[in-house]
């Protein structure tokens, strides 16, 4: 079928060779990117009138093959590691040609104009160009939207350029395999390609912000979700994916700010993104109802599979990936809070998904347990939600996001630890994870059971009751909650074998120890005398 384009601006284009055809889709809107993704017969529609599609090779992050080019910005100021892999300059131009090459040879192409940063104040104007429609559709769903008026002065600040089905020679471009994702910050662009996983668009402009803000505008910038109160009180939720940041921050009874990215100012707390980016692996409508209801015509859901001979999605199959997920714009939540910004934080909550089964489902932290526990950043990677993770796996991942931390993590932990002490923030740890063994043996905790905790924890019921030292960890244990067995909150009472606990909970700690020691020579001595004892 023919597809109406919307004629592109001529202001504003991308500096670059590429000459933009008639087959430029600018601007366009979800109910055509849909029927766009139709027509080439890349997705299916599932019952609830939401795009199905499949990512191809790729269903999760590729960390391993995310490369920043290190240039006389970036030199000194990132820091380099694993996650921040530097790669020569003359390889973003050879990168960039060969994407450009290839764009100017494709039938048709797909350019939106969106931002990110709720905070006026702050906001980042980015263009994306995408090779495949659906892709355009996720940044639709999961950036900002301009208005028509906004649109008609629009200048991009950043690039992003996201062609999937280009494989390129690593040799000549100077990465590890076929598929890159590349940041430049000389050039304000970020050039994935090789890859059809929408998160790498998300997550490139997450990196970007967590270089931006906390450098240049004196702003901490969290992997958290947050909401917030009837009477205006903020919580804040840091976790890795996979931990219960989007389904635990989808609260009924509070607006929901965000459910993955945010910054910390002088006054506020605010999104960066427009949309939520949700796991749908187990998804039902009892546990989650907003997430299951947010899966309608608009929603972008990808490698999830039917129930044969039915456009039902099987939210239990796994066999394409654990990592199965939906995007949709916020406001496809009905108690969204929009703008997306909220007062100063009164409760964090770090979320860790324990799979050795050792940490209490909730605990009360001091400010030096807080410090300690943020710098650590413990939890299991989840089944899917990287390359190569086909179950959990315990990992430290310093601030709960080392991953998309171009910066050293003192610097947000410094930032972090002088706004807990200036608010008197009120900061939990909550297992998500394993109790009454480690995984394979134990039970995950119950969701409704830490929606209860964080409830009560919320609403002061935590306040005035006996709290227990834990034996290895210190951090305060309440030995009742509203709405929970008594017996789950101590994590060693859910043990069959008590001496098992004991040794897996000492093993456990010994891993936070040997972790730490590359931060000890900066820290405390407040936050070290917070580490487990062994």
């Given at each position: 079928m023919s597809v109406p384009t919307i004629p592109f601006p001529t202001q504003n284009l991308l500096k670059?060779?590429?000459?933009?055809?008639?087959?430029?889709?600018?601007?366009?809107?979800?109910?055509?990117?849909?029927?766009?993704?139709?027509?080439?017969?890349?997705g299916v529609l599932s019952d609830t009138g939401a795009l199905v599609i499949q990512t191809g090779e790729f269903t999760g992050r590729s960390p391993k093959d995310?490369?920043?080019?290190?240039?006389?910005?970036?030199?000194?100021?990132?820091?380099?590691?694993?996650?921040?892999?530097?790669?020569?300059?003359?390889?973003?131009?050879?990168?960039?040609?060969?994407?450009?090459?290839?764009?100017?040879?494709?039938?048709?192409?797909?350019?939106?104009?969106?931002?990110?940063?709720?905070?006026?104040?702050?906001?980042?104007n980015i263009r994306v160009i995408n090779e495949k429609p659906w892709s355009n559709l996720f940044a639709y769903n999961m950036f900002l939207r301009p208005t028509e008026a906004e649109l008609e002065s629009f200048k991009p600040e950043w690039n992003v350029i996201s062609c999937p089905d280009l494989k390129l020679n690593a040799e000549e471009c100077g990465i590890r395999q076929h598929n890159v994702s590349l940041v430049s910050f000389k050039h304000k662009t970020i050039l994935i390609?090789?890859?059809?996983?929408?998160?790498?668009?998300?997550?490139?402009?997450?990196?970007?912000?967590?270089?931006?803000l906390p450098q240049e505008k004196n702003v901490l910038s969290m992997h958290c979700s947050a909401n917030m109160g009837e009477n205006g009180d903020t919580a804040i939720f840091f976790g890795l994916s996979g931990t219960g940041k989007t389904t635990l921050s989808a609260d009924p009874n509070r607006m929901l700010i965000g459910d993955d990215e945010h910054a910390w100012t002088a006054d506020n707390i605010f999104n960066f993104e427009g949309g939520c980016y949700a796991k749908c692996i187990h998804l039902t409508e009892e546990k989650e109802p907003e997430i299951f209801q947010a899966i309608r015509h608009g929603a972008l859901v990808e490698n999830t599979k039917f129930f044969p001979g039915t456009n039902k999605i099987n939210f239990d199959?796994?066999?394409?990936?654990?990592?199965?997920?939906?995007?949709?714009?916020?406001?496809?939540i009905s108690n969204a809070q929009e703008p997306s910004i909220g007062g100063l934080p009164k409760n964090i909550f770090f979320l860790t998904c324990d799979a050795c089964g050792v940490l209490p489902p909730i605990s009360k932290l001091?400010?030096?347990?807080?410090?300690?526990?943020?710098?650590?950043?413990?939890?299991?990677?989840?089944?899917?939600?990287?390359?190569?993770?086909?179950?959990?796996?315990?990992?430290?991942?310093?601030?709960?996001?080392?991953?998309?931390?171009?910066?050293?993590?003192?610097?947000?932990?410094?930032?972090?630890?002088?706004?807990?002490?200036?608010?008197?923030?009120?900061?939990?740890?909550?297992?998500?994870?394993?109790?009454?063994?480690?995984?394979?043996?134990?039970?995950r905790i119950k969701l409704s059971h830490t929606r209860a905790m964080?409830?009560?924890?919320?609403?002061?019921?935590?306040?005035?009751?006996?709290?227990?030292?834990?034996?290895?960890?210190?951090?305060?244990?309440?030995?009742?909650?509203?709405?929970?067995?008594?017996?789950?909150?101590?994590?060693?009472?859910?043990?069959?074998?008590?001496?098992?606990?004991?040794?897996?909970?000492?093993?456990?700690?010994?891993?936070?120890?040997?972790?730490f020691e590359k931060y000890a020579a900066e820290i405390s001595e407040e936050v070290l005398a917070a580490a487990p004892k062994i």
């Open positions: 670059s060779v590429l000459k933009f055809s008639e087959n430029v889709h600018y601007q366009t809107c979800p109910g055509d990117l849909i029927l766009d993704t139709l027509r080439i017969g890349e995310k490369f920043i080019i290190k240039d006389d910005i970036t030199e000194t100021t990132v820091n380099w590691n694993e996650f921040n892999i530097p790669v020569d300059e003359k390889y973003y131009h050879v990168v960039y040609k060969k994407m450009i090459e290839y764009l100017e040879k494709l039938p048709e192409l797909w350019i939106r104009d969106c931002y990110a940063c709720a905070d006026p104040r702050y906001r980042l390609a090789g890859s059809g996983y929408t998160g790498e668009m998300k997550k490139g402009i997450f990196t970007i912000l967590n270089y931006i199959d796994g066999s394409v990936t654990e990592n199965t997920r939906v995007s949709y714009p916020i406001n496809f001091s400010p030096g347990q807080a410090m300690y526990q943020f710098i650590s950043g413990y939890t299991a990677k989840v089944a899917g939600t990287e390359t190569g993770i086909t179950e959990p796996k315990p990992t430290f991942s310093a601030c709960f996001g080392a991953p998309f931390l171009p910066l050293h993590p003192g610097k947000y932990a410094m930032m972090l630890g002088q706004k807990m002490q200036e608010h008197k923030v009120n900061v939990w740890l909550i297992n998500t994870g394993w109790t009454g063994g480690s995984y394979g043996i134990g039970k964080i409830t009560a924890a919320l609403e002061g019921k935590l306040d005035n009751v006996t709290y227990e030292d834990h034996e290895v960890f210190g951090v305060a244990v309440p030995t009742s909650c509203p709405n929970v067995p008594t017996k789950l909150l101590n994590p060693r009472n859910t043990w069959t074998d008590t001496n098992a606990y004991d040794e897996r909970a000492k093993c456990l700690g010994g891993l936070f120890i040997k972790n």
